[in-house]
């Protein structure tokens, strides 16, 4: 078994069982304590566990714990395709639109570098780079000023001035999490301003999440559930859940993981 492919199966042991020992999972996959730790060790790094002595357990962060643009990237990568690709649908040539930072909205990016005369407003160092690495002449990509996040995106009064003066066709938003008493939340204070200055600069609001973000909530609020035109998530989302978002948003959009 490679490394990976080890580190991912431990994964999914802490999610299950809340904790690993370090012992057992050396006896299951054959390996030493010491290769055991190492794992341990990058995954602790990535943020997707927290290393104890003995073994691990999963993290368990505050509602202002922001995990990095690494970590996230490998969390739910097959649901985050398929939104993706319902979103992409939704943009047509010539449009201007904004690209909040996240890991959704850079999948969502990396599908629209072939779309002709296109205007891209983000705040998300990522998804302005696969635009740059595309290299299309006809596409125009604005990336705003700002103070770095975990997340890689672009905050604070230099970034909310960038966007104030401009008028956009469509936002597409990722978020932290969402809930029916906080509505659409992250855990960086700053980046909350950014992102309601994005959601004010657009005629229409797109967001992107994944089940797992209904009811996490972090420090602050963006936007209610109802200002979303459409709220495009995928099919591990609970029936309350999706009963409760049909009444609420315009449009909901449950896809199917790939």
Known sequence: ML???????ILDRVRAAGGVRVSEL??????????IRRDLESLADRGLLAKVHGGATTVSPGSAHEPGFAAKSVRQRGEKAAMAMRAAALVSPGDAIALSA??????????????????????????????????????????????RTPSDALVGPVAVAAIGALHLDMLFLGVHGMSERAGYTTPNLMEADVNRALV?????????????????????SIVPLERA?????DDGLDEPARALLSETVRDLVVVTAQ
Do not use: C
């Open 200 to 220: 004010e600069a657009a005629e229409r609001l797109v967001v992107l999440a994944d089940h797992t973000k209904w009811g996490t909530v972090g420090i602050s």
């Open 26 to 35: 050396a006896t299951e996959y054959g390996v030493s304590d010491m290769t």
């Open 102 to 147: 996240g890991t959704t909205t850079a999948g969502l990016a990396q599908r629209l570098v072939d779309v002709p005369s296109l205007t891209v407003v983000t705040n998300s160092i990522p998804v302005a780079d696969i635009f740059y690495r595309a290299g299309r002449p006809d596409q125009t990509v604005v990336l705003t000023g700002g103070t």
């Open 229 to 233: 035109d459409v709220l495009i998530t």
């Open 3 to 9: 490394a990976q492919q080890r580190q991912a199966a």
